[in-house]
């Protein structure tokens, strides 16, 4: 018996190290590891987040795919702006995601952790990306990151982005889209559109609510709600035009950036 007992547990030893060797084999570098854009043109991206008045004296992070985020260039005045390569709700990694996006002193604090966080795990190639969003919710709900504790702005006003669409940006969407949809984003931790009396899915073309984390921590759960403001006709015009050199090299650089592109 006590023979058998220990060879049992030999093979269970070993069943468990091919398992987790299996899993370790499964998750590929061409799985995780994202290309570096090159450093002009991140850069230039990522400042496209932030009205031009507010783009000199800002914080820049450019994205190191070995190691995460990284501070470019020292700002002033409390903006930060970066381009988002992974949306760790959807559970899954892709290449061909890049959003750029900025966060006043307050989202700086309390929201771009969570980015920072995300980056330097799936530049490990240590986490699946499934794991990875087990970690931020373990961390949402234990405290460890926390709702901004006043309200303020992200500005989105670049002249496009690759990102998931859908009315109310749902991780059950797995859709990519090359938009431009310039707006700004004020944080709403917790709120609804029925909150600010909107249709349950959001209007496009007045404020809505959006809360991805929502659909996984449950309404009313998830700090990280925002209430959208889409940039008026005129204004997304304008931007599209003082933009368009760098909408030529973000798609000379990478076809999938001309607007209109998607895929799953």
Sequence with gaps: MIKLAKEYRQVLILLIT??????SFAQKPADWQLEKMPASLETDFALSSLPTYLRTGATVYLLDPTK??????????????FVSRTEWEWGQFRKDLAT??????????????????????RASGKFTALQIKDIIISRVK??????????GISYMLGPLMRSYPGPIAAPDNMTLMTMSMPHYMFYAPYLTNTDIGN????????????????????ERKSPYGFIILPAGEKERAKIISDDKE??????????????GTGNK
């Design 18 to 23: 091919l398992f987790i060797s299996i899993q």
């Design 68 to 81: 995460g985020y990284y501070i470019a260039r020292k700002g002033t005045n409390g903006f930060i702006c």
């Design 100 to 121: 750029p996006i900025s966060f006043d002193a307050e989202g700086a604090r309390k929201i771009f952790p969570v980015n920072m966080a995300v980056a330097a795990m």
């Design 142 to 151: 234990k405290g460890i990151y926390k709702a901004p504790s006043r309200t």
């Design 199 to 218: 249709i349950p899915n959001g209007q496009q073309d007045g404020p809505v609510v959006i809360n991805a984390e929502a659909a996984i921590l449950g």
């Design 246 to 259: 760098l909408i030529k090299r973000l798609v000379a650089y990478k076809p999938y950036f001309k607007i």
